[in-house]
């Protein structure tokens, strides 16, 4: 009894000892606990509070004085941080070991903090003794160690920025591997390598390491935290220097929302921050809100960040807001005075100034006056160009001194010219603005065509997509005739959208180019990198006007020159030994009416049908291979109202059933009216051969259902009944999409038969406020049926398994919910199995992925709605599958009834089984429900949503088909062998 009592005794304190072997030799004691937990959350003001409320006998421990510093230099109190690590060094003979490595760190920190660089190498020194002879495996203190160590390479502007990227570098590894690392110590090593990325100009990876440290405090820290605040101002930075003014602003909105409550008004760094947002409301042509925070950023200073000539300039945009016009012009000449003292008449700033006078001669009416200003502002911005004849435009080919500020000059003296116009419409007038047009949207486009990021390329767009309305209307009176007009406005009207999703596109197609060897590419971004370095290098220099160094200008500005001539000529060798690279990656393409009938229009049977709209009309023009059709339809009130009864006729699920007969009646009358007024004249001359159509709609269209629009009045007693109703799918066929570009860049990349045909997914688990999905499952096992491939039902259907299948499926087909949110599109979503956001598929995940497939269904409510973006379209979720490059989607415009969904998916599979066109064969599963449906839902809400975007040629033969016809050969070979081994035994025997 006795044995087995202490055979008992030992098992149980085998585990107990096992345990306790584990345990640090210097533990953290529970009572700071809660301290280390709120450093962890970013609490810093409670973490002083708490320590302030130790015990007496705890106030110089270790652990209090860790704390107290690390808590110091969480808040930039470095002067405080600093004296806390000099007193502890008093301590030091009386502490571990280990507790002396950290103190010795900590201090070295803490005088890199202080800018004393020798006295930080001198306790790194001790530090790396203490670890050579006690090396005690604390991962947290190597982290902490690493971390200051690669501040010993040199601050933000040391010229040694390599070794410190490639230390931090180390540490963040590092930080992966220990996640218990604190989020502070992760955030600034992000911090650092933006900051190391931006000053040696590379704003994309500054981005990228911005953005980590963004989500890594959004994680961990409350939303008005000061650090996530301080990471949006670093993006704010970048982006204001990308030009993305719009990134920028909203990034320094969250920032201002912390600082405002943190800093006085008087502080630097909120003196900086009102400055950069008084010039992105400018930027933005938002005067009266530029106006306010320059106020802010002068007012509450008392030094005035900026210099003497750039608060002049703001004094005259302030007078000019307030249409003071007199003293602003005052204001400008003066400053073009100091600016062509000091910079000389050829150049930007000179330039700059200008169009400020010229911009105040239009705001009071004098367009002749106007007219002459613009056009000596842009002779002061290109270098070769002196013609001060108001009709004379530089010409590409020219030397341009600031691309931005020549493209404001010129879109100023546009609209000038097209205001003369307006006011004496003679053929002289009208000559002259079309030309102009046309080089400023050049310009424009040349500029898209830069080294920019593509945020600031579609700022730009935005910010002079009135070039793109005003370039239309002159063409429309400059081209009576329909084909020269179509000719002349279709590559306007196409440079005018998608820009961003064009891009990407194209971008994939860049990739297949494997036969670019490394060195060229790296050289191409290399030397991207050097102008990018050198042109913000002279831009900060120059603000500073006559404090600034013109020697170091002067070289800067030689480097630049050599920099932009070396990439001169670098791309004219790209274009002789790689011309297909260089005329996908730096020449801008424009689609052409040719182009169009050559490559997309290749049946007698199809047609485009393209809208733009501008401010005050809707422009339509419809092409086929023969002809071009135009018209211009005035935005007039009795559009808007018809098309928002018939909107809600269409979507109201309410109306739908509590009012039938009215719906039906409202329905019917409005879509006939829509159908007469906008499109009816035009299907007519286009004729009855004409069945597929290319539909690129603009803002106002985008959400027209064409299939359930009535080509033919309905009476006001017909009997309510929504099968035989003549609508517009049984004469037509469409296809949406964006742009015309990335329709025929969709068109140029059909898929491989070696693919796997289907891949579904239904889940069967999802939040408690949204309906759950009684016939996805079995839609998918249907699809499934007619493909071969994979299916994933309830807990299978995870965003796991769609991330980690290989997307080379001819089909991808999402049976599932959708989420829009319409105040942060990026954050719309696709629910896979689970409860957790984790589970859910957003649209700012997708535009990393790399989607094969031919055709993608998203089954779900409102997929190709989103947030409309004028130059790139409706951002969501449709355009997130484009970005990942599927070739066709099938989406809802509106809410989805989960049974009418599936019926109408299992029509469209069968038809595209049997080989149809994805357009004949929507139109054909739509037609087959309204012929099958029960009465009640045969209402268009039931099945017009479903929409087709893309390349709508057949599915590739897959060999499941080819492997059926080798089973029959195979069978009649079989039984042919057969009967010759057969019939000579039965001669034989007779």
Not at 295 to 318: C, E, F, H, Y
Not at 503 to 526: P, T, V
Not at 743 to 757: C, V
Not at 891 to 903: G, K
Request: with cysteine.
């Amino acid at each position: 009894m006795l044995r087995h009592l202490a055979i008992l005794l030992l098992l149980l304190h085998w585990p107990f000892w096992r345990l306790c072997a584990q345990i640090p030799s210097d533990p953290l004691p529970l009572r700071f606990h809660p301290v280390q937990q709120l450093i962890q959350q970013g609490q810093f003001d409670s973490v002083a509070v708490l320590l302030d409320q130790l015990p007496a006998s705890d106030t110089t421990s270790f652990w209090a004085h860790l704390f107290r510093y690390q808590n110091a230099r969480n808040l930039r109190r470095h002067k405080t941080a600093f004296r806390l690590a000099r007193r502890a060094q008093h301590k030091l003979e009386a502490l571990t070991f280990q507790q002396r490595q950290w103190l010795e760190i900590q201090s070295a920190e803490a005088a890199f903090n202080r800018r004393k660089r020798e006295l930080a190498l001198e306790h790194l020194d001790q530090f790396q003794k203490l670890r050579q002879q006690h090396k005690i495996n604390d991962s947290a203190l190597v982290i902490y160690a690493k971390f200051v160590e690669s501040l010993s390479y040199g601050l933000y502007g040391d010229h040694r920025g390599q070794p410190a990227a490639t230390a931090l570098l180390g540490v963040i590894q590092r930080c992966q591997q220990y996640p218990q690392a604190l989020p502070y110590l992760h955030g600034q090593v992000f911090r650092r390598l933006g900051n190391l990325m931006r000053i040696s100009a590379d704003f994309d990876g500054a981005t990228n390491y911005y953005q980590q440290e963004l989500q890594l405090y959004q994680i961990h820290y409350p939303a008005d935290h000061f650090e996530t605040a301080v990471a949006h101002y670093s993006l704010g930075n970048i982006a204001y220097e990308l030009m993305a003014y719009q990134t920028a602003l909203d990034h320094y909105r969250q920032t201002y929302h912390v600082w405002k409550d943190h800093f006085k008004p008087s502080a630097t760094y909120l003196r900086y921050l009102t400055e950069a947002m008084g010039d992105m409301y400018w930027e933005l042509n938002i005067p009266d809100s530029a106006i306010y925070f320059y106020d802010l950023a002068v007012n509450k200073s008392d030094a005035p960040s900026q210099n003497p000539l750039s608060i002049q300039m703001k004094r005259g945009d302030s007078l000019l807001v307030q249409k003071d016009y007199r003293q602003a012009l005052n204001t400008y000449t003066d400053a073009l005075a100091f600016r062509r003292e000091i910079y000389g008449a050829k150049h930007a700033m000179t330039g700059a100034c200008q169009s400020q006078i010229a911009k105040t001669h239009y705001r009071k009416g004098q367009l002749t006056t106007a007219l002459q200003a613009y056009q000596r502002a842009i002779t002061m911005l290109v270098v070769d160009f002196d013609d001060s004849t108001s009709m004379a435009d530089p010409q590409p080919n020219m030397e341009v001194l600031s691309e931005q500020y020549l493209l404001e000059a010129l879109a100023g003296k546009t609209i000038t010219l097209r205001d003369i116009y307006r006011a004496d419409p003679s053929s002289v007038h009208l000559q002259n603005a079309w030309q102009t047009a046309q080089r400023a949207v050049q310009m424009l486009q040349q500029l898209r065509s830069s080294p920019l990021s593509d945020p600031a390329k579609l700022f730009w767009t935005q910010k002079y997509y009135f070039l793109f309305e005003i370039a239309i209307e002159l063409a429309y009176a400059q081209f009576p005739e329909e084909e020269t007009f179509i000719a002349a406005a279709l590559p306007l009207i196409e440079s005018s959208k998608a820009l961003l999703l064009h891009n990407q596109l194209r971008s994939e197609q860049e990739i297949s180019f494997h036969n670019l060897s490394e060195k060229i590419l790296e050289e191409e971004k290399q030397l991207k990198k050097n102008i990018n370095e050198y042109s913000v290098k002279i831009n900060r220099e120059e603000q500073l006007c006559e404090r600034a160094n013109q020697r170091k200008l002067s070289t800067w500005q030689k480097e630049l020159q050599q920099h932009k001539l070396q990439y001169r000529q670098f791309l004219q060798q790209l274009a002789t030994q790689h011309p297909k690279y260089y005329a996908l990656r730096h020449q801008n393409p424009t689609i052409q009416l040719a182009d169009v009938r050559e490559r997309l229009l290749t049946t007698d049977s199809s047609a485009v049908l393209i809208c733009f709209e501008s401010e005050a009309h809707l422009y339509l023009l419809a092409i086929d291979q023969q002809r071009g059709i135009r018209r211009r339809i005035a935005k007039a009130s009795l559009l808007l109202s018809q098309l928002a009864t018939f909107l809600s006729a269409v979507q109201n699920i309410e109306q739908i059933y509590q009012q039938p007969e009215q719906n039906f009646r409202q329905f019917t009358k409005t879509s006939y009216w829509l159908y007469q007024h906008l499109l009816a004249d035009l299907f007519k001359q286009m004729g009855t051969a004409t069945k597929h159509w290319y539909w690129i709609p603009d803002r106002l269209l985008y959400p027209l259902p064409m299939a359930c629009l009535l080509t033919e009045a309905v009476s006001v007693g017909q009997k309510r009944d929504f099968r035989p109703l003549p609508y517009l799918l049984r004469q037509h066929h469409f296809t949406h999409s964006p742009s015309l570009g990335s329709l025929m860049l969709h068109q140029n990349n059909p898929p491989s038969n070696d693919q796997r045909t289907y891949t579904g997914f239904a889940p069967a688990q999802f939040p408690a406020e949204l309906p759950s999905l009684r016939w996805n499952q079995a839609e998918v096992r249907e699809a499934q049926a007619l493909w071969s491939g994979e299916a994933y039902f309830g807990p299978q259907a995870t965003k796991a398994a769609f991330l980690q299948s290989d997307y080379r499926s001819t089909i991808e087909h999402l049976a599932t919910h959708a989420v829009l949110d319409h105040a942060q599109p990026m954050r719309s979503h696709i629910l896979f199995e689970g409860l957790d956001s984790s589970d859910h598929l957003f649209v700012y995940e997708l535009y990393a992925k790399a989607l094969n497939a031919d055709l993608v269904i998203l089954n779900a409510c409102q997929t190709n709605s989103g947030a409309w973006t004028i130059g790139e379209g409706m951002v969501g979720l449709e355009q997130a599958f484009r970005y990942a490059g599927c070739n066709s989607l099938l989406t809802n415009s509106w809410a989805v009834d989960d049974q009418a969904a599936a019926q109408l998916t299992q029509y469209l599979f069968e038809g595209l089984h049997a080989g149809s066109a994805k357009d004949i064969a929507l139109s054909g599963a739509q037609e087959r429900y309204l012929s099958t449906a029960e009465p009640a839902y045969r209402h268009p809400y039931f099945w017009a949503g479903l929409r087709l975007s893309g390349a709508p040629h057949p599915l590739p033969r897959t060999n499941q088909g080819n492997h059926n016809w080798w089973v029959l050969i195979g069978i009649a070979l079989l039984i042919g062998a057969l009967y010759f081994f057969i019939r000579p035994r039965s001669i034989q025997k007779s």
